[in-house]
């Protein structure tokens, strides 16, 4: 049995780079493959003698069509995850004018903002399918590798692994959530002086929210639901979740509520990373 990643995603969100840095990792690459080949490709990589336990696999023009050779790679009794690369259309928008390359479906529609969000549209399915969904709009070159690191370092991995984001409602949403939890009915230390400047991650700032009885009371409840739902994910197939807390600005209340709950999934055994998304921005 093989272990198998294919890699998805909006055209400009980063496919080739999340191919590099598996191949860096020691998984035999495979880019542009037509969708078509993609059971047969398997079937030959993973033969015995090949020396190929690891294959991760980029989905060409085709990749809409992607998910039935899902469903037939897993019955061949592979291990099979579909990462789907997001980004912002703005943030693509700026990619593409750098890079001063065409998109894909220019020739089907005029503009390439109107191209991105055909392509987002047909990608819709897949992208609610993925095991794993990386918004890369605001992740550079060393943060995506980090990303992917974390998720794909271990070979054959079946533990699921929970990432916890803080982010601020006022910079946006994240793309990659699988759950978004509010935080934002709590007291807000911008309001006090003293720790206005600082984070969530200084102690000051945790103490006056994770004191509050509300913050406490969310925290063990939002804790005992993941407690629950977890174990009926994974049965499910899925081998990542994405905990999204937010706060207005992503500096104080969302970043104290995101460690303290990440501290207490670890302390059960399961893998989990704390991101802060928007902690390092002013105001």
């Known amino acids: 049995m093989a272990d198998v990643v294919l890699i998805t995603g909006l055209s400009g969100a980063g496919r ?26 398997v079937d030959l990589a993973t033969k015995p003698g090949t020396g190929i336990e690891r294959l991760a696999l980029v989905s060409g023009r085709q990749h809409s069509d992607v998910l039935p050779y899902v469903s037939e790679l897993r019955g061949g009794h592979h291990q099979v995850r579909l990462l789907f690369l997001d980004s912002s259309t703005t943030e693509l928008v700026r990619r593409y004018d750098a890079s001063r390359r065409r998109h894909p479906l220019a020739e089907e529609v ?3 903002v109107e191209s ?3 392509e987002r549209e047909r990608l819709r399915g897949l992208r609610e399918a993925a095991d794993l969904v990386i918004d890369t709009s605001e992740l550079n070159e060393q943060q ?35 759950i978004v939890m509010d935080v934002r009915f709590l007291p807000n ?21 994770l004191e509050n009885h509300s913050a406490s009371e969310f925290v063990e409840r939002l804790d005992g639901l993941l407690e629950l739902v977890l174990p009926a994910y994974q049965s499910e197939g899925r081998s990542y979740l ?33 991101t802060h998304r928007d902690v390092g921005r002013a105001g």
């Open 242 to 274: 994405t905990v999204a807390i937010g706060c207005t600005g992503g500096r104080h209340r969302s970043v104290a509520v995101a460690e303290e709950l990440a501290r207490r999934v670890s302390e059960r055994g399961i893998v989990v990373r704390a």
């Open 144 to 178: 995506l590798k980090h990303r992917l690191i974390d998720a794909f370092e271990s070979a054959g991995e079946s533990r699921m692994q929970v990432a916890i984001e803080s982010f601020g409602f006022k910079h946006g949403l994240p793309l990659d959530a699988d």
């Open 110 to 112: 005029d503009g390439l």
């Open 16 to 41: 080739s780079g999340a191919a590099g840095v598996l191949e860096d990792l020691g998984w035999y690459v495979v880019d542009n493959l037509p969708t078509s080949l993609l059971p047969t490709f």
């Open 116 to 118: 991105i969000e055909l």
């Open 189 to 209: 230390p911008h309001w006090q002086d003293d720790l206005r400047p600082l984070t969530g991650h200084d102690p000051a700032v945790a103490d006056f929210v």
